[in-house]
C-alpha cells in the first residue's frame, strides 16, 4: 500500500538525504566532531522541514526538540531556551489580545469609521486600508493575528466600494490589507515572529535585548514608512480600479462599556512600549501583563472558553522550534566552525563600512529563501559576535542587519502569514508572488541604500 505524498513532502525527502550526503561526503565533514555532524544534520532536516512545509511548522518544531534530546546533543535548558524566551510569550500575549480586540467588536467599529471615507478614491483607499495595517502592527503583536483579523474586514470593505469578486479592485484592497499588516510591520519591534526570535536568541546567546524605541528609529522611517509607501505605488500600478460610493449608514452607538475598557488597556500597553528606554521593562512583561489582564475574571474581555479554543500552542511550539535550533547551533559551536568557512566567502573588512552593510543585509535576505524569514535569526544570531570582529561594527550592528533580510520576502512560502492570507482572501497565490518579487527588488535598489545612508546619519556604522 503506498502512501500518497504532498509535493512539497516529496522535495523533504528528496533535499534531506541529499543535503545529508554533501554535509557527510565532503570536506565539511572533516571540520566537525562526530557530535557537531549530528548536529548540523538536526539542523539542516529542521531547516529542510521548516522552507518546504513538508509537515505543520509545529510539528516540525517537536520533531526538531525531541530529535536534540534523544540524541543528547544539548541541555534540556538549551533545546528549550525558546520556551523561557521573551519572543514565546510575546507571541502568547499577541494571541491573547487579538482575540480580545475581535470579541469586543472593536476592530468592527474601527474598519467601520474608515470605511465610511475611503472610499471617495481608489489611492486614498489603498493608502487607508496600508496604514491601518502598519496601525494594527503597533496595536497587535502577531501578524497571523492581524491577518486572521483583517483580511474578513477587508473583504467586506472591498464589497462595500463596488468591486466584484476578482477584479482588480477587489485584488488591491486585499494585497494592501495583507502585505500592508506585515511587510512595514518588520520595522516595529513586537509584531512579527522574526523580529521576536532574533531578540529571543540574541538574548540567550549574546546578553542583548533592543529597546522597542531604539528598534523603532533604526527601522521604521525606511524599512516601515518607506516601504508601506511603495507598497501602496506598486498596487495602485499594477491593480487599478475605480471604487463607487458605499451606502451610506446609520451613525454606530457609543464606545460599550467593554470597547473603551480594551482601548484603555491597549493605549496603556502601547504608552509602556513607546518609553521602554525610560522604565526598561521588556515588551514581553508590558504584554503580558496586558494578557493577564484581559484574562482576569470581572475584568477582563476573553472568556476561559475562548482562550482555550483561540489561543493556539502551534505558534509559540514553532517559535520554541526554531529558538531551540539556534541554541544547538550555539551550544554545539557550530557557527564558530562553519560560519568562519562561510563569512570568508564574504568580502567583509573592518573600515568598509558600506560593503559590510550591504553584504550582511543581502546574506541576511538570501538566508531567508533557503530557511524562511523566521530562520533568518535563528540561522545568523550565533554567528554574529564573529561577524563583528570580522567587520569591525558592534554587536548590536550586526544583529540589527538582520532586519533588512526577514524584513524582505522573495518568495511567499517564506512567509506564513502570506500564506495564510490568500486562502483566507479567496485569492491565488500567484498575486502575492508577483508583488513579493516587486517589492524585493525595490527594497534592494531602493530601500537599502536608504537605510544604509539613515544608520550613517544615526552613529551606527
Not at 384 to 403: D, K, N, P
Request: proline letters at 5%; glycine letters at 8%; charged letters at 10%.
Amino acid at each position: 500500500m503506498s502512501i500518497p505524498l504532498k509535493r512539497s513532502q516529496r522535495v523533504a525527502l528528496v533535499l534531506i538525504p541529499l543535503l545529508s550526503m554533501l554535509l557527510l561526503l565532503t570536506p565539511a565533514a572533516d571540520l566537525l566532531t562526530h557530535r557537531q555532524q549530528l548536529s548540523a544534520l538536526l539542523v539542516m532536516t529542521g531547516m529542510v522541514l521548516f522552507a518546504t512545509g513538508a509537515l505543520p511548522e509545529f510539528v516540525s518544531a517537536l520533531v526538531i526538540l525531541v530529535l536534540a534530546m534523544l540524541l543528547s546533543l544539548a541541555p534540556a535548558e538549551v533545546v528549550f531556551s525558546g520556551l523561557t524566551s521573551t519572543a514565546c510569550w510575546l507571541i502568547f500575549s499577541g494571541l491573547v489580545i487579538g482575540i480580545a480586540i475581535s470579541e469586543t467588536g472593536l476592530a468592527q467599529r474601527v474598519a467601520d469609521r474608515f470605511s465610511r471615507s475611503l472610499d471617495r478614491s481608489y489611492t486614498r483607499l489603498i493608502t487607508g486600508i496600508v496604514l491601518m495595517g502598519v496601525l494594527l502592527g503597533f496595536l497587535m503583536p502577531s501578524s497571523v493575528g492581524r491577518i486572521v483579523l483583517f483580511i474578513p474586514i477587508a473583504l467586506v470593505i472591498a464589497e462595500h466600494c463596488g468591486f466584484a469578486r476578482g477584479s482588480n479592485g477587489q485584488h488591491g484592497v486585499l494585497l494592501a490589507a495583507a502585505f500592508g499588516s506585515h511587510l512595514p510591520t518588520f520595522a516595529i519591534l513586537p509584531a512579527n515572529i522574526p523580529n521576536m526570535i532574533m531578540i529571543g536568541s540574541a538574548e540567550s546567546i549574546h546578553g542583548w535585548t533592543p529597546m522597542f524605541t531604539e528598534y523603532l528609529w533604526l527601522h521604521f522611517p525606511v524599512l516601515g514608512a518607506l516601504k508601506a509607501v511603495l507598497l501602496i505605488i506598486v498596487i495602485l500600478k499594477l491593480y487599478p480600479d475605480t471604487p463607487r460610493r458605499a451606502t451610506p449608514e446609520g451613525r454606530q452607538g457609543a464606545l460599550s462599556f467593554q470597547e473603551g475598557r480594551l482601548l484603555a488597556i491597549m493605549l496603556v500597553t502601547l504608552g509602556f512600549w513607546l518609553t521602554d528606554s525610560v522604565h526598561h521593562i521588556s515588551a514581553a512583561w508590558i504584554g503580558l501583563a496586558a494578557a493577564t489582564l484581559l484574562l482576569l475574571p470581572g475584568i477582563g474581555m476573553v472568556s476561559p472558553k475562548s482562550f482555550n479554543e483561540k489561543v493556539k500552542i502551534s505558534s509559540i511550539l514553532v517559535v520554541a522550534g526554531l529558538l531551540g535550533i539556534a541554541g544547538l547551533i550555539n551550544y554545539s559551536q557550530l557557527s564558530q566552525v562553519v560560519g568562519g568557512r562561510v563569512l570568508d566567502w564574504l568580502p567583509l573588512a573592518p573600515g568598509r563600512d558600506a560593503v559590510n552593510f550591504f553584504s550582511l543585509s543581502l546574506a541576511a535576505m538570501l538566508t531567508g529563501v533557503v530557511a524562511t524569514l523566521a530562520g533568518v535569526p535563528a540561522t545568523l544570531t550565533p554567528l554574529a559576535e564573529q561577524v563583528s570582529e570580522m567587520t569591525g561594527f558592534s554587536l548590536e550592528a550586526v544583529l540589527m542587519t538582520q532586519v533588512f533580510g526577514f524584513s524582505t520576502v522573495i518568495f511567499t512560502y517564506q512567509s506564513v502569514p502570506l500564506m495564510m492570507a490568500m486562502p483566507l482572501a479567496g485569492m491565488s497565490i500567484g498575486h502575492a508572488a508577483r508583488l513579493c518579487l516587486i517589492m524585493a527588488a525595490l527594497s534592494v535598489l531602493v530601500l537599502l541604500p536608504l537605510d544604509y545612508l539613515w544608520w550613517q546619519w544615526l552613529g551606527w556604522i
